[in-house]
């Protein structure tokens, strides 16, 4: 299946177009100009344009069966700065991407959601961050796709993500960091909830949903993809020292919850055919288990 990319020079993305590869797919990712990332031999890289013509015609030069759309900007503050940034990124761009798509013929388009669209916990629409409202807002825009023109799409909402390789700034690195330097790591009190899902049933995901698209088969606008267990992270922390071995000094209660903190995270419909495969103690060994530090 011939696969266009977006974001796949990021780390979820990234692990995306390897896995693709390695499956012998052709696959092409959509990159911003002048953009330095390596990618992987036999990737074709796609410029963007910064016109939805442009890009149409790029994308009609390589034939996608499927776009998986994972690029967004991820900034969790109000600053004036950040509306400029999510805007364009997740909304501008993201027409962009459905636009094109729908002109080059591209029968499929995956595109990740976040579960922090439903801050209270249930179905209803209730940002916790811009972030989360740009990313709905993008969702409302694959739904006129989804409803009015050819192009199928689907949105997978993701819950907390961890994997190998992963250095971003979350919990499960922090005390990672803790249990290695032996420095107390300073937390809220920890009572939210979470569902910590392996980068592999991510990937799994993506591929399941846009092979089942370009296949013809009926799939709802949006799914939850989260992982097998809901923790609380004084439970994480638990898990990961029994899956790690080691101890991690964490003091509970040290700072607030953040403003807008999700309690407990909304879980809808699940996406049909995939069930994530990586238990949670099993996927914290094989990350976290070899010298703790991913």
């Known amino acids: 299946m011939r696969t266009v990319v977006t974001g796949g020079t990021g780390y979820i993305g990234g692990r995306l177009v390897a896995e693709l590869v390695g499956r012998g797919w052709p696959v092409a990712v959509v990159v911003i100009p002048g953009d330095p990332a390596p990618l992987p031999d036999g990737v074709a890289r796609i410029e963007d344009p910064g016109t939805a013509p442009g890009l149409a015609d790029s994308l009609a030069g390589f034939q996608p069966d499927a776009v998986m759309h994972l690029a967004a900007a991820q900034d969790l503050t109000d600053t004036l700065e950040a509306s400029d940034l999510l805007v364009t990124a997740n909304l501008g761009f993201g027409a962009r991407v459905l636009a094109a798509a729908r002109s080059a013929g591209v029968r499929a388009l995956v595109a990740a959601g976040t579960y922090s669209a439903h801050a209270d916990g249930d179905a ?144 809808g419909e699940t996406l049909p055919g995939w069930a994530p495969s990586i238990g949670l103690t099993e996927g914290l060994a094989a990350v976290y288990g070899a010298g703790v530090e991913g």
Request: aromatic residues 10%; negative net charge; glycine residues 10%.
């Open 124 to 267: 209803g629409y209730a940002p916790q961050t811009l972030y989360a409202a740009t990313k709905q807002a993008f969702g409302a825009l694959a739904g006129h796709y989804r409803r009015n023109t050819t192009l199928a799409t689907v949105v997978l909402e993701l819950s907390d993500t961890y994997g190998p390789g992963d250095h971003r700034p979350k919990f499960l690195n922090l005390i990672a960091a803790a249990a290695t330097s032996g420095e107390v790591l300073g937390a809220s009190p920890g009572e939210q909830v979470i569902r910590p899902l392996h980068t592999d049933d991510i990937v799994a995901a993506f591929i399941y949903a846009a092979s089942a698209l370009v296949e013809g088969r009926e799939l709802g606008a949006v799914y939850s993809v989260a992982g097998p267990d809901a923790v609380t992270l004084r439970e994480l922390v638990a898990v990961f020292e029994r899956a790690t071995g080691t101890s991690v000094p964490v003091e509970w209660g040290a700072r607030p919850y953040r403003s807008g903190e999700i309690m407990v995270p909304w879980t």
